[in-house]
């Protein structure tokens, strides 16, 4: 039973790993995806025969049977994802305006605009995010004209965007005249897939409302458990804005009681990720499972009490249904989300066991669990919380399965710090030691604390704030007099949760960040968690020490060889990132746009970036100037990481480098003939110069911008930030054939402002690479300007189709290593 369901576990993920959606040459979806059910039905009949086949040797049978069964997962999860397929938003459609009429399916993020702000635009504008599951749309220019037979996307789940004061609410039913595009995200080596998480969520496109008077609600909003989540959400904001019983933390309390985390600001995300405790702060599978357990023990409880419903069903069977349905509705209250309904799945099939009187064992509950999830998500193998949930409730079956109640002759308080240490002590450690491997892969970081952290945060949070702020919450909206008081002592709790992080965090080394191990060394990672999560004496426990003795030498990073340079060109969007790295240092050229207010690509792309590439400190970071989509993510990686130098255009260089952490150790202006080697690789500054720096920082901050030529054996890359024309023409004239390059980053994003005929002749590019965002307001890179590169007869690389780009320089000539977007390829992804 174990094996045929881990081979259907298997099988279903196998298909996460396929990079185009099978159609069995049929361009039909729908086609496809009933040949893949008929497929899947076939192979679990022929697996049943093969099984029941006796004449058959054993071995044979088992090897079939598997295979087939393989085979059947494998064709379900594909079965499924061309059903998802067929709802993919049209290319075609893309920027255009049209008509949607729908339903707000989720709660509302943000904050929305005043009457007197601009609601044009984008930027650092206030908006107001939520998922819309459309009824019908089409392409008229007024909604009247919206025929039944010109309609589209009926049932398909987008994401929406308000950039005005539009007073939207969950539940409620709209018509809206929006913009749309498919999904998009980043692609580099190391950085999570955007696109497969919104295909698992079912998000086919995102996009944003578009201004009109004819945007209106076209009905109330209906019962729903968003609508009442957002009355509760309200609530929580009303009474804690009242002076005498205000909130420090009405973040914290709405996401423990339904799952809301957008209240929980970067700082106090970052204190419980480096404390390990982050599971702690949203409605988890501890908390439903907490729950569950008692709701169990009251009904148990209480049932006995009474012979009538003894007689009816014993009372473990009646606390099984209760404990099935406490963690329904708890999970309803988080908004269904991913890892409750994980924990539900594993804790309906728990109850559902001892309702129908078999004997489970943990192994086969947690098994047929898995399979469960995977059958109605296939590609929850794509979310770290997948591995992380059950990694962890793993860890728990394997140590404890061997722990039995052996009475031994000893005083009794030995016993009881015996008892304490087995029920609070020993489930943090073997959790973290089960957890090692899932947490350097998914996170590439391990809270040295979290053991030390959660003996104290559990028992808090779940014994006391949770129960707490979820019977004051249900007060609240039965109008239940004292029901405010209750919160406010779950939010006095949780502010002395915050302090004892704090406390604990400020005295201790707090985070571990290893490099990504190789292939064998997760093997070795893998088996000394099974050994130290073995029961006592059944394997040797110092074997566990010997086995993670190759992480106490990080592996190498991958360098290119002496003589030659790797220069990778990052995939950021409206912005520029560009890493340089030669055989013993590493420059970053501009550190990518800041995409919220905490958040940016120095947290979403270059860390993750470049702990993938096993590099810890930057010897050299050059901003090529201050505007944002170029300095955005400096602050984050410097806080960090270490670096050696930074080296900016002069306009803003010190009031931006004054607020840098003590990690840069000296900061410098950028001034044309600047020039140093590294392992026989040549970096020379060819603009601003010194003579016009003055004049240039007062002017376009473009044109204050560094230009960096990067050079070995007479091969070429030319960085040029976002220069503009007055720029090219300085430099044109005073480099002349020095100019050239093999690879040019195309000035300012493509913009018709820069690029100009001279410049694109003067260089003579065999590549020329687009830094731009995805279908972007600016209209970048512009047509003519790629034409023009393309008459001069080169290779125009665009960001948003490739990935991320690596190019070597140093060999017999400049090559192009690969796309990023290429080697990555997932079905999941839009067709570039």
């Known amino acids: 039973m174990r094996l045929r369901l881990l081979v259907l576990c298997c099988g279903i993920a196998l298909h996460s790993r396929v990079s185009e959606a099978p159609r069995l040459l049929m361009e039909s979806f729908y086609a496809a995806s009933v040949l893949s059910a008929v497929l899947c039905l076939l192979a679990l009949v022929l697996a049943c025969v093969c099984n029941r086949a006796k004449t058959w040797p054993r071995l044979t049978r088992r090897v079939l049977s598997d295979g087939l069964l393989l085979i059947a997962g494998f064709c379900w999860a594909m079965m499924l994802a061309q059903q998802q397929l067929q709802q993919r938003f049209p290319r075609e459609l893309e920027g255009q305006d049209f008509w949607v009429v729908g339903k707000v399916a989720s709660l509302i993020r943000g904050q929305p605009q005043t009457d007197t702000e601009d609601a044009g635009g984008f ?51 709209w018509q809206l005249r929006v913009r749309l595009n498919r999904p998009h995200g980043f692609s580099n080596p190391g950085v999570a897939d955007y696109e497969a998480s919104q295909f698992q969520r079912g998000i086919m496109a995102r996009g944003y409302i578009r201004e009109t008077s004819f945007n209106q609600r076209v009905a109330p909003a209906s019962v729903s458990i968003n609508a009442w989540r957002a009355a509760l959400a309200t609530g929580i904001d009303t009474v804690g804005g009242d002076p005498d019983k205000a909130f420090r933390y009405p973040g914290l309390l709405k996401a423990l009681v339904i799952g809301d985390r957008e209240g929980i600001n970067d700082s106090q995300w970052t204190l419980f990720t480096r404390t390990g405790t982050n599971h702690l702060v949203v409605i988890s599978g501890l908390h439903v499972g907490f729950i569950a357990l008692c709701a169990w023990t009251l009904v148990n409880t209480l049932v006995r009490l009474s012979p009538a419903l003894m007689l009816v069903m014993p009372a473990q069977q009646w606390a099984a249904v209760a404990a099935m349905l ?61 591995w992380l949930s059950f990694g962890a409730v793993a860890s728990l079956f394997l140590a404890f399965s061997g722990i039995g109640k052996v009475r031994t002759q000893q005083p009794e308080w030995r016993e009881q710090m015996a008892t304490a240490w087995q029920r609070w002590v020993q489930p943090q450690w073997v959790v973290s030691a089960g957890l090692l491997l899932p ?25 006391l704030v949770v129960p707490l702020a979820l019977t004051g919450a249900i007060a609240l909206m039965l109008s239940v007099p004292g029901a405010s008081y209750l919160l406010l002592a779950a939010d006095q709790l949780l502010g002395m949760l915050l302090i004892f992080l704090g406390g604990l965090l400020s005295e201790t080394a707090g985070t571990w960040r290893p490099a990504v191990p190789g292939g064998e060394v997760m093997v070795l990672m893998a088996l000394a968690s099974v050994v130290l999560l073995a029961p006592r004496g059944l394997i040797p426990r110092w074997l566990a020490l010997v086995m993670l003795l190759p992480l106490l030498r990080p592996p190498e990073a991958e360098r290119p060889p002496p003589g030659r340079v790797w220069v990778r060109f990052l995939d950021i969007g409206q912005g520029l990132a560009v890493a340089v790295h030669t055989h013993r240092h590493n ?106 720096a003055e004049a240039l920082a007062h002017g376009n901050l473009n044109n204050t911008s560094c230009v960096l030529q990067i050079s070995i054996n007479g091969q070429r890359v030319l960085l040029t930030g976002d220069i503009e024309q007055d720029a090219e023409r300085w430099l044109v004239s005073q480099w002349q054939d020095r100019l050239a390059a093999d690879i040019v980053q195309a000035p300012h994003h493509g913009s018709r402002s ?33 034409q023009r590169y393309e008459h001069a007869g080169a290779q125009v690389e665009h960001l948003t189709q490739s990935g991320a780009l690596l190019f070597e320089l140093g060999g017999e000539q400049p090559r192009l290593i690969n796309r990023h977007r290429e080697l990555a390829r997932r079905f999941w992804h839009s067709p570039r």
């Not at 909604?143 to 539009?166: I, W």
């Not at 509950?365 to 059958?375: D, E, M, R, T, Y």
């Not at 947490?439 to 014994?463: M, R």
Request: include cysteine.
């Open 123 to 173: 930027g650092n504008q206030r908006s107001r995010q939520f998922e819309f599951e459309v009824a019908a749309a089409c392409l008229r220019l007024k909604p009247e004209q919206c025929a039944a037979d010109n309609r589209f996307m009926q049932g398909v789940r987008v994401t929406l965007s308000d950039y005005g004061a539009l007073r939207i609410h969950p539940g409620e039913h």
């Open 754 to 786: 820069s690029s100009s005929p001279a410049f694109v002749n003067a260089v003579r590019a065999d590549w020329v690479v687009m830094s731009a965002g995805y279908n972007n307001r600016f209209d970048h890179p512009h047509s003519d300007v790629v």
């Open 587 to 692: 420059l970053l050229f501009d550190t990518g746009p800041a995409l919220g207010p905490d958040f940016d690509a120095g947290k979403a792309v270059l860390l993750p970036y470049l702990r993938w590439s096993r590099v810890n400190h930057l010897d050299t970071v050059m901003v090529s100037h201050w505007h944002a989509d170029h300095s955005g993510g400096l602050h984050s990686l410097a806080a960090e990481l270490s670096m050696h130098t930074l080296i900016s255009g002069r306009s803003g260089t010190g009031d931006n480098a004054a607020r840098l952490p003590a990690s840069v150790s000296s900061v410098q202006q950028c001034e044309a003939g600047q020039r140093w080697q590294w392992d026989a690789v040549e970096f020379l500054i060819l603009y601003p110069p010194a003579a016009r």
């Open 439 to 463: 947490l350097i892969v998914w996170t590439g970081q391990v809270s040295l604390i979290s053991p030390l952290a959660n003996v104290f945060a559990i028992p808090l949070v779940s014994l």
């Open 326 to 386: 406490a963690a329904l509705c708890y999970s309803l209250m988080a908004g269904f989300s991913l890892p409750t309904q994980r924990a539900l799945i594993m804790i309906s099939v728990l109850m559902a066991s001892r309702l129908l009187g078999l004997a489970t064992a943990a192994a086969d509950a947690l098994l047929l669990a898995a399979f469960l999830v995977l059958v109605l998500d296939p590609l929850a193998v794509t979310q770290a919380g997948f």
